[in-house]
């Protein structure tokens, strides 16, 4: 069978990266969620990405470090994460119409060739602030690594992320558990993937032992899966790729893709061996307390990070010199700095993760607290004659918007209709007329229209006003 390339691709501007970008997530299969699609337990095609607002995102450069938690980086890491799993088996749990019409879109070679192009975009703009925020070793001396890894072991096990404090300090403890949950849904099983990934190929002579550890390591994972089982369904969730997609937060995709990343791209192969380290550290260091917040929240005791077999201190040094002696000599000393910079990026990015998933868990659970402020911001706006950007919406019944984050603070009052709004899977928050609330940046949240129509306004709110309350 033979492919015709002007049929496969649509016209595509060689310089306007964008271009590419909005053609690939134009796939009928990420189109805008629909009310009846807050979740999608039996498709695993079916992940909208919010296509619409690429029409004033820019994805030809790099993204800055503090733009890190806005919206191109979520829906960039949405469609990334899409193009990864293209490489990935996904079958779902019962048969039916919609999910062979998204499986023919995702894994049709349209997509995928669409995904060649616009994967290298997407990496450039989501990976390439990782560079200003590298903190390269002294020296090229393997103890040097060793060093520093063991201190960062020390002090993880030490010190509890600030995600788990959080989980701890909410109300709701069963929703704060089950959006713990749904975060380590997002990045598990990817961060697992990858290492299976990463485990193909013929290179035992030259690294010898490393193809059987990538591949227990992932074997662990489905090994693991009646515990994971057991644990979603504590919470009442169910398994199976994307079935929370619209929940999970752009930092949680983030970690997961870049461990795809470093997978996927052979000539990063020290990189990546460095990050699975990290993983690895991550889950030994956290899981313990992991699985202590789901109790809490959930009643049950999971066994699951006992059966991911955690790497604990005494192994340590040993799983270090495996994974980066024979890379010393098929590269020289230069394996050190590789592998090192493959380490710190995962590092950056569980910290990322750790403050974007604790203050959601802190707004969440504190909603009439943020309806309260944004009557009194909204009172002072009045009071006070200040103008301030506002976006205005009319939609009808059932119309949803796809999950999403503001770039910047905003209010949603409700000025007719009726709304629901919603940031978990546990309960949705109505709104009705009159009823306001404040979104704080790179807070995650959806509504759906419950009336016949809804207005509703969104002002913008300045840093220093949003400060004041």
Not at 425 to 438: P, Y
């Amino acid at each position: 069978m033979s492919l015709d390339l002007a049929d496969l691709l649509p016209a595509l501007d060689p310089s306007d990266p964008n271009s590419t970008v909005k053609a690939f997530a134009a796939n009928s299969a990420f189109r805008a969620a629909e009310w009846e699609e807050l979740t999608t337990e039996e498709n695993p095609y079916r992940r909208p990405v919010r296509p619409d607002d690429l029409a004033w995102l820019d994805y030809g450069k790099p993204m800055p470090a503090a733009k890190s938690l806005k919206l191109s980086a979520l829906l960039g890491h949405r469609m990334l994460r899409n193009i990864y799993d293209t490489g990935l088996l996904y079958l779902p749990p019962v048969p039916g119409r919609a999910a062979a019409d998204d499986a023919e879109a995702f894994y049709g070679a349209r997509n995928r060739a669409l995904g060649a192009l616009a994967g290298p975009i997407l990496e450039r703009h989501l990976f390439t602030l990782l560079d200003g925020e590298y903190k390269p070793l002294d020296s090229a001396d393997p103890e040097a690594l060793r060093r520093e890894v063991r201190e960062y072991h020390e002090s993880r096990v030490a010190q509890p992320g600030r995600a788990v404090t959080a989980a701890g300090a909410t109300r709701d403890r069963k929703a704060a558990a089950t959006f713990l949950l749904l975060q380590l849904s997002a990045h598990l099983p990817a961060a697992r993937a990858a290492a299976g990934r990463a485990a193909l190929g013929e290179y035992d002579e030259a690294h010898p032992g490393a193809r059987v550890l990538l591949l227990d390591h992932y074997r662990n994972w489905a090994d693991a899966q009646g515990s994971y089982r057991t644990l979603l369904a504590a919470a009442g969730l169910r398994p199976g790729a994307a079935a929370y997609w619209q929940l999970y937060l752009g930092s949680s995709l983030g970690r997961g893709n870049l461990l795809h990343h470093l997978s996927a791209d052979r000539e990063r192969y020290p990189e990546f061996l460095g990050a699975l380290l990290h993983q690895q550290i991550d889950e030994a260091a956290e899981g313990a307390r992991f699985a202590a917040a789901l109790e809490d929240g959930l009643g049950l005791r999971t066994d699951l990070f006992d059966v991911l077999d955690p790497l604990s201190a005494d192994r340590l040094d040993a799983r270090i010199d495996a994974l980066l002696g024979p890379l010393t000599a098929l590269h020289g000393p230069e394996a050190v700095h590789r592998f090192h910079r493959g380490f710190s990026d995962a590092r950056w990015f569980a910290a990322l993760w750790d403050a974007d998933l604790a203050d959601q868990l802190a707004w969440a659970d504190s909603i009439e607290l943020h309806q309260e402020k944004a009557e009194r911001i909204s009172r002072h706006i009045a009071d006070t004659g200040i103008e301030v950007d506002l976006d205005t919406f009319v939609e009808s019944h059932e119309e949803t918007s796809t999950t999403h984050v503001h770039n910047e603070h905003r209010l949603v009052m409700v000025e007719r209709g009726q709304m629901h709004f919603w940031n978990n899977v546990t309960h949705k928050i109505a709104l009705g007329e009159g009823d306001k609330v404040l979104i704080p940046v790179s807070r995650l949240h959806g509504s759906t229209v419950l009336s016949g129509e809804c207005t509703y306004h969104q002002p913008i709110i300045p840093e220093e006003m949003y400060r004041q309350f």
